[in-house]
Protein backbone atom coordinates (compact mmCIF):
# COMPACT_ATOMS: atom_id res chain seq x y z
CA UNK A 1 0.00 0.00 0.00
CA UNK A 2 3.08 2.28 0.67
CA UNK A 3 4.30 2.01 -2.55
CA UNK A 4 1.19 2.88 -4.18
CA UNK A 5 -0.33 -0.61 -5.20
CA UNK A 6 -4.11 -1.52 -4.91
CA UNK A 7 -4.34 -3.25 -1.70
CA UNK A 8 -7.51 -5.54 -0.28
CA UNK A 9 -7.97 -7.11 2.70
CA UNK A 10 -10.49 -10.15 3.25
CA UNK A 11 -11.06 -10.02 6.86
CA UNK A 12 -13.34 -12.11 9.54
CA UNK A 13 -12.47 -11.58 12.37
CA UNK A 14 -11.41 -7.92 12.72
CA UNK A 15 -13.43 -6.62 10.10
CA UNK A 16 -15.47 -4.20 12.70
CA UNK A 17 -12.31 -3.05 13.51
CA UNK A 18 -10.43 -2.42 10.76
CA UNK A 19 -13.08 -0.53 8.98
CA UNK A 20 -13.54 2.19 11.69
CA UNK A 21 -9.88 2.21 13.08
CA UNK A 22 -7.65 1.03 10.31
CA UNK A 23 -4.69 -0.83 9.87
CA UNK A 24 -1.69 -0.41 12.10
CA UNK A 25 1.63 -1.65 10.82
CA UNK A 26 4.60 -1.92 13.21
CA UNK A 27 8.40 -2.83 11.05
CA UNK A 28 11.64 -2.90 12.42
CA UNK A 29 12.43 -3.06 8.94
CA UNK A 30 9.99 -0.85 6.96
CA UNK A 31 8.72 1.70 10.22
CA UNK A 32 5.29 2.21 11.19
CA UNK A 33 2.30 2.00 8.75
CA UNK A 34 -0.85 3.35 9.96
CA UNK A 35 -3.77 2.42 6.64
CA UNK A 36 -6.85 4.24 7.09
CA UNK A 37 -9.45 3.92 5.11
CA UNK A 38 -8.93 0.68 4.37
CA UNK A 39 -10.37 -1.46 1.45
CA UNK A 40 -11.52 -4.29 3.82
CA UNK A 41 -13.88 -6.65 2.93
CA UNK A 42 -16.02 -9.08 5.09
CA UNK A 43 -17.23 -11.36 1.93
CA UNK A 44 -15.13 -12.38 -0.50
CA UNK A 45 -18.07 -11.87 -3.44
CA UNK A 46 -17.48 -8.33 -2.87
CA UNK A 47 -14.24 -8.10 -3.22
CA UNK A 48 -12.36 -7.13 -6.86
CA UNK A 49 -10.21 -9.56 -8.66
CA UNK A 50 -6.58 -9.73 -6.94
CA UNK A 51 -3.47 -10.39 -9.26
CA UNK A 52 -1.70 -11.39 -5.85
CA UNK A 53 -2.86 -13.49 -2.78
CA UNK A 54 -1.54 -13.80 0.25
CA UNK A 55 -3.28 -15.70 2.20
CA UNK A 56 -2.87 -16.49 6.43
CA UNK A 57 -5.21 -19.15 7.97
CA UNK A 58 -5.59 -22.24 9.96
CA UNK A 59 -4.87 -25.83 7.97
CA UNK A 60 -9.00 -27.01 9.81
CA UNK A 61 -9.74 -24.32 7.56
CA UNK A 62 -8.90 -26.02 4.02
CA UNK A 63 -12.30 -26.99 3.18
CA UNK A 64 -13.14 -23.63 2.25
CA UNK A 65 -10.52 -22.16 1.21
CA UNK A 66 -9.46 -22.69 -2.09
CA UNK A 67 -13.47 -22.29 -3.14
CA UNK A 68 -12.59 -18.71 -1.40
CA UNK A 69 -8.92 -17.93 -3.97
CA UNK A 70 -11.02 -18.95 -6.66
CA UNK A 71 -13.59 -16.72 -6.25
CA UNK A 72 -11.11 -13.66 -5.70
CA UNK A 73 -7.95 -14.50 -8.18
CA UNK A 74 -7.69 -12.67 -10.89
CA UNK A 75 -7.10 -14.93 -14.21
CA UNK A 76 -3.14 -15.99 -13.73
CA UNK A 77 -2.93 -14.36 -10.33
CA UNK A 78 -0.41 -15.60 -7.55
CA UNK A 79 -0.87 -17.15 -4.42
CA UNK A 80 1.70 -17.26 -1.46
CA UNK A 81 -0.12 -19.45 1.26
CA UNK A 82 1.00 -19.34 5.01
CA UNK A 83 -1.01 -21.71 7.62
CA UNK A 84 -0.69 -23.18 11.02
CA UNK A 85 -2.32 -26.06 12.72
CA UNK A 86 -0.85 -28.53 10.83
CA UNK A 87 -0.45 -31.95 11.79
CA UNK A 88 -3.69 -31.20 14.29
CA UNK A 89 -4.30 -34.39 16.06
Known sequence: ????????FLLRSEYG????HGLHVNSTVHGQLHLHPVQAYASAAD?????WLLVGTKSTGNVDLAPT???VAAPD???VLLQN???VE
Open 1 to 8: ARAGFDVH
Open 77 to 79: AKV
Open 17 to 20: AVSK
Open 47 to 51: MPPCD
Open 85 to 87: GLD
Open 69 to 71: IAQ
